[in-house]
């Protein structure tokens, strides 16, 4: 059973960077998949973020790409997310979720991060 | 951009009734599209991925139609459980940008 982790520091300050890292279990990364990250504003819809192959390949949304960096450490089976220039407009659940294909099948249980001074 | 408009907003039915939900897309998408269920305070789940395949697990209740910009997802007769938002996404093959509807909550009647 694959089974995905989030941890992240729960409180950012304006203009700093946003960093969150799931931890996974039950695959191993360099197995293969696409590993995506989504955030959810409190009482709104879902955003994708982006999402990274097991290669390194990156995709990110258009709407925040000029701010966002996913990264892969296979060695911990971990990948990573940082968003650069926060604001309080950045205040979310932060998901990270495994795409087989085009879906996203297993799902961390989310962390909230608020960017507050 | 492809943009995915789901309807209605929000759904007032009884357990036992059925849901009818829809999700279109501005462009053509062929089959990739999924629908995933969330409840409060929980990660969304997978229901269904390209277009009608259940997920592992997903009641048969649950089926999901359509293709290209038209899509639907059925819940033949609700049960408690089945109360919540439902959420389609889409990804598109190039450039590999995924984007998710804005939901609709079924809400108990």
């Known amino acids: 059973q694959v089974q995905l982790q989030e941890s992240g520091p729960g409180l950012v300050k304006p203009s700093e960077t946003l960093s969150v890292t799931c931890t996974v279990s039950g695959y191993s990364i360099s197995s293969g998949n696409y590993w995506g990250w989504m955030r959810q504003p409190p009482g709104k819809g879902l955003e994708w973020i982006g999402s990274?192959?097991?290669?390194?390949?990156?995709y990110y949304n258009p709407s925040l790409k000029s701010r966002v960096t996913i990264s892969v450490d296979t060695s911990r089976n971990q990948f990573s997310l940082k968003l650069s220039s926060v604001t309080a407009a950045d205040t979310a659940i932060y998901y990270c979720?495994?795409?087989?294909?085009?879906?996203?099948?297993?799902w961390g249980q989310g962390t909230l991060v608020t960017v507050s001074s | 951009e492809i943009v995915l408009t789901q309807s209605p907003a929000t759904l007032s039915l009884s357990p036992g009734e059925r849901a009818t939900l829809s999700c279109r897309a501005s462009?053509?998408?062929?089959?990739?599209l999924a629908w995933y269920q969330q409840k409060p305070g929980q990660a969304p789940r997978l229901l269904i991925y390209?277009?009608?395949n259940r997920a592992t697990g997903i009641p048969a209740r649950f089926s999901g139609s359509g293709s290209g910009t038209d899509f639907t997802l059925t819940i033949s007769s609700l049960e408690p459980e089945d109360f919540a938002v439902y959420y389609c996404q889409q990804r598109s093959n190039w450039p590999p940008v995924l984007t998710f509807g804005g939901g609709t909550k079924v809400e108990i009647k």
């Open positions: 462009q053509s998408i062929s089959n990739y």
């Open positions: 979720a495994s795409r087989p294909g085009a879906a996203f099948d297993y």
């Open positions: 990274i192959y097991h290669s390194g390949s990156t």
């Open positions: 390209d277009a009608s």
